[in-house]
């Protein structure tokens, strides 16, 4: 038995003949209208590749992927904050006492710091 899918991968919902594409990085079904004469969405895009002169298609999954879940490694406490910051701890930890900066602080007084937060704040 053979499942053919036709629901879009950006948006789930169905895919009309006039507006089918497949993702030439992921191989998924999305919308692209292919028609100017009919209505339909795009939830991807096709261009020209020069190098290949061939046409490239890509679901907006694919060109536009989510960032990626915070991990442990993206935690810092407060002397690897203040060394990714380059600043010191003490004005780190006056900074986020101020409100300055993104941080939480566990029941045992430990700063807790999120690594993007930190380059934001070091570009200032």
Known sequence: MTIIITTCIVCAETVEPHTEA????????????????????????????????????????????SPPQANLDDILDLDEAAVAAGTSASSLAAAADRGELRHRKTSGGVYLFERRDLAAFAER
């Open 22 to 65: 497949f993702c030439g990085q992921c191989g998924a079904l999305y919308h692209l209208n292919q028609r100017a004469d009919r209505p339909g969405k795009d939830c991807g895009q096709v261009w020209i590749n020069e190098e290949h002169l061939a046409l490239e298609f890509a679901c907006d999954r694919c060109l536009n992927p």
